[in-house]
């Protein structure tokens, strides 16, 4: 007869009741200590393998765990595994979706493939960890199903979503989302490759993660999760940091900064990076090589807030007229790839040497009983060091943080983009200006397109060779698991419902002519948190290209002016009215092309007008006409 007091806790459907009930064992932990000791296995080692037998195959080792000082190190012993598959995400229901469906990609109904996982899993010991997608205050009941030999995974999740003891379960326990853990099936169905399957109904949102980098699952599985459950009840868990900034006047402003992949996001979390007289290098001309520099004594000091998802409940919104979020995560999953030597980074060097709790580290060099240190990354077999080491940084290490149980009002909502250099003779898209300010039908555009831009760190193909690629609705529409349509309305309307958030775009890389590196981020952002997030309309001026929605004729730091070229690239001598305006039909070619699959009778009226302006090069007064601006 089975007996677990515990799996009592737990209401779960008939089979997975089942399957759980025939296992030789189910493990808890009642406390983190418990979970973090698992990770090691049975015998508490210092090296722990992590090996499955695989039929026709022998044994696999997927990855070992090593016990260092400040805690486990976890290396895979594939390349490959060592980051996120882009592919990986197929969908096993009927409900409806634009991603590929299981059974059109692997030819049979996902139904068999998951009573096969159910039956692997009754054969295996497991650990049943319980914890709330989105977060411990405002998430939702959710539950991960893994072998207790990938106790790592577990402890991945844990830090990252928040950890919640057996304990404090208290019956009945009903997950919103389940997420199941089966290694060996990578090897045995889908030829080595990372899978990572969702089976939704409108009760439950299953992940099936038949890998072990918990990139794909115990980070973006949990996305897709979000945003599966926002979709139903009419919020979003946005793709964004966010920061609050603290004037040396003392006030407070808060900056929500989306953006694909490479646009700016944990930069916005960073302070200036100064020369080594304490200047700030605004940019360096591309051509003449000419540096402008400026100096800025106190600036901002920052509060983060969110790294990478921040969850806009309904039930947070007030009628302030500003957007309100909170973090979706309990811990941070940072890449430490920037970080190559002691002194690149002191915040997070201090964190992760000396943690007030053991971390848990990915793809970096580990040995027993040492100190695992996070410029020091796994070498790969091309011999080079690993390009995505990764640590898992709780929020309560942050200081000065902002509780995740704290609903922040957004006064700057910006949108960042990677841009390239753009001359006369070679004229290229990269023509946006320090600082643009947009009306909400704009603001909505650029996140319909999500474009990557410029050099990307994520991708190596480009677009018709102009370095553009779409992310897609929101720059999460690699984690959304349902149609793009129902993004883009629930997009829209969460915009135009915010008219006292300030709606900015702002490039990183260059402008024009300049290389700016992340300066014009920093810069945009100490001016207008200066300004308490608000630019008088004197300062205005309509931009040449109607997708940048305003620029600025001028703006002032500390008695300080930026220059006009950088504001107004079309100003620059090197660029011109003319390069200015090739740039500038390159990237309204680009939205026109991205934005015409939109443009279908499940969109909002609105959100057609909007398009249809796009699409006939409407004038800022076009898009103003639909969406108006509060300007002082």
């Not at 409900?95 to 059974?103: A, G, V, Y």
């Not at 830090?159 to 060996?184: C, H, K, L, W």
Request: glycine fraction near 8%; include cysteine.
């Amino acid at each position: 007869m089975f007996t677990d007091n515990h799996f009592a806790k737990f209401n779960l459907a008939d089979d997975v009741s089942a399957a759980l009930k025939k296992c030789k064992c189910i493990a808890y932990a009642e406390t983190k200590e418990e979970l973090e000791e698992m990770v090691y296995g049975p015998t508490h080692t210092s090296r722990y393998d992590v090996v499955y037998p695989i039929e026709g195959i022998g044994s696999v080792k997927e990855a070992e765990v090593v016990r260092c000082k400040n805690g486990p190190v976890v290396n895979f012993m594939e390349d490959y595994m060592r980051r996120r598959e882009p592919n990986c995400m197929v969908i096993g229901d009927e409900l409806p979706t634009d991603k590929p469906r299981f059974k059109d990609r692997f030819g049979y109904e996902f139904s068999k493939l998951r009573q096969e996982t159910l039956d692997w899993l009754s054969h295996q010991q497991v650990l049943l960890l319980p914890f709330m997608a989105g977060g411990l205050t405002y998430g939702s009941m959710s539950l991960m199903i893994c072998p207790t030999n990938a106790a790592f995974f577990a402890l991945s999740l844990a830090n990252m979503q928040g950890f919640v003891s057996i304990s404090d379960i208290s019956e009945p326990f009903t997950p919103r989302s389940i997420i199941y853990v089966a290694p060996p099936f990578r090897h045995t169905h889908f030829d080595g490759k990372q899978v990572v399957v969702h089976n939704r109904s409108k009760e439950l949102h299953e992940v099936f993660s038949y890998n072990l980098y918990p990139g794909p699952s115990a980070k973006k599985g949990v996305f897709s999760i979000l945003l599966d459950i926002g979709e139903q009840e009419g919020w979003i868990c946005c793709h964004t940091s966010a920061a609050m900034l603290e004037t040396p006047y003392e006030n407070e402003v808060v900056f929500m900064h989306e953006g694909a992949s490479g646009g700016g996001k944990s930069e916005m979390l960073e302070d200036f990076h100064r020369e080594d007289d304490d200047r700030l290098l605004i940019g360096t001309h591309t051509i003449t090589g000419e540096k402008y520099y400026m100096t800025l004594g106190e600036s901002c000091s920052i509060r983060p807030i969110a790294d990478d998802m921040a969850c806009a409940y309904t039930k947070i919104q007030d009628d302030s007229g500003r957007l309100r979020i909170v973090d979706a995560e309990d811990g941070w999953f940072l890449r430490m790839d920037g970080v190559n030597a002691y002194g690149n980074n002191p915040e997070y060097e201090r964190i992760s040497i000396h943690p007030s709790r053991p971390l848990e580290f990915f793809n970096m060099d580990g040995v027993p009983g040492a100190t695992c240190l996070i410029w020091e990354h796994v070498i790969e077999s091309n011999g080079k060091p690993c390009t995505n080491p990764r640590v898992i940084i709780p929020r309560n290490m942050l200081a000065d943080i902002v509780p995740s149980n704290e609903p922040v009002e957004v006064h700057v909502r910006s949108f960042g983009v990677r841009m390239p250099p753009s001359t006369a003779k070679d004229p290229n898209y990269g023509v946006m200006g320090m600082l643009q300010v947009v009306p909400a039908s704009i603001a909505w555009l650029w996140r319909l397109v999500s474009p990557r831009g410029f050099k990307n760190p994520s991708i190596a193909d480009t677009n018709a060779g102009s370095g553009l690629k779409a992310e897609g609705v929101g720059s999460y529409w690699p984690f959304c698991t349902g149609r793009k349509v129902t993004q883009a309305n629930m997009l829209l309307d969460q915009i135009v419902a915010s008219p006292n958030t300030l709606n900015v775009l702002i490039p990183n890389q260059h402008i024009g002519a300049y290389h700016v590196g992340f300066m014009g981020e920093w810069i945009a952002r100490e001016y207008l948190a200066r300004h308490t997030g608000n630019i008088r309309a004197k300062h205005l001026v309509p931009a040449r290209c109607p997708l940048f929605g305003y620029a600025l004729d001028e703006m002032k730091l500390d008695g300080q002016f930026i220059r006009q070229t950088f504001l107004r690239p079309e100003t620059q001598s090197k660029l011109g009215v003319e390069g200015y305006d090739a740039g500038a039909k390159i990237l309204t070619d680009f939205f026109k092309e991205q934005v015409a699959q939109f443009d279908c009778d499940d969109l909002s009226p609105l959100g057609k007008q909007i398009i249809d302006v796009c699409l006939h090069d409407g004038t800022l007064d076009d898009y103003l006409a639909l969406t108006p601006m509060k300007l002082r």
